[in-house]
């Protein structure tokens, strides 16, 4: 299976994007994984209408047999090791592409949160669009680790 890390709106900060293409770099060494940046819209009238058109933009680059996991803040909750097991099941389901996706910054539209599969939470605290990218990007890459036994993460 493929690994997608779909995002809306570029990573502006130069020290965050240089975080994410490291462990992108690191990923790849276990899996095939791209990161999709969609356009943010800029100049919306309201935050329904920005949900709106950013999941239009979403949806119409997700394929029909894509599994899709959505970063919410009400999604479940793992420690590491037990979303390094979650992404095992995830990774000998027969879909060709799981898509983790994080929203804009008003979120999901509900077209978007019908599609989703499942949704993760990294944490009950609220964090910057660009911080998640980082955080989800870097326990991606721990999960590996913690699959493959290296030594990485620590108990």
């Known amino acids: ?12 900060e130069t020290y965050f994007a240089e975080a994410i ?6 990923i790849k060494r ?4 791209e990161i999709i940046v969609v356009p943010d819209i800029k100049g919306a009238k309201d935050a329904v209408l920005q949900k709106q058109s950013e999941g239009e933009l979403i949806l119409r ?9 959505l970063l919410d803040e009400h999604g479940k909750e793992y420690s590491s090791v037990d979303f390094a097991g979650r992404l ?3 990774m000998g389901m027969p879909n060709k592409r799981c898509v983790f996706v994080i929203g804009g910054a008003y979120g999901f539209s509900n077209d978007v949160r019908n599609r989703g599969n499942e949704m993760v ?13 980082v955080v989800f ?4 890459y721990r999960a590996f680790t913690i699959l493959n036994n290296q030594p990485y ?3």
Do not use: C
């Open 1 to 12: 299976m493929k690994l997608a890390f779909l995002m809306v709106g570029k990573t502006s």
């Open 21 to 26: 293409r490291e462990y992108e770099r690191r």
């Open 30 to 33: 276990y899996v095939p994984f």
């Open 61 to 69: 680059t997700l394929r029909n047999d894509d599994f899709v996991v």
């Open 88 to 90: 095992g099941k995830l």
């Open 121 to 133: 939470s990294l944490s009950k605290m609220t964090f910057s669009h660009q911080l998640v990218r």
């Open 137 to 140: 990007t870097e326990q991606l």
């Open 153 to 155: 993460h620590h108990e």
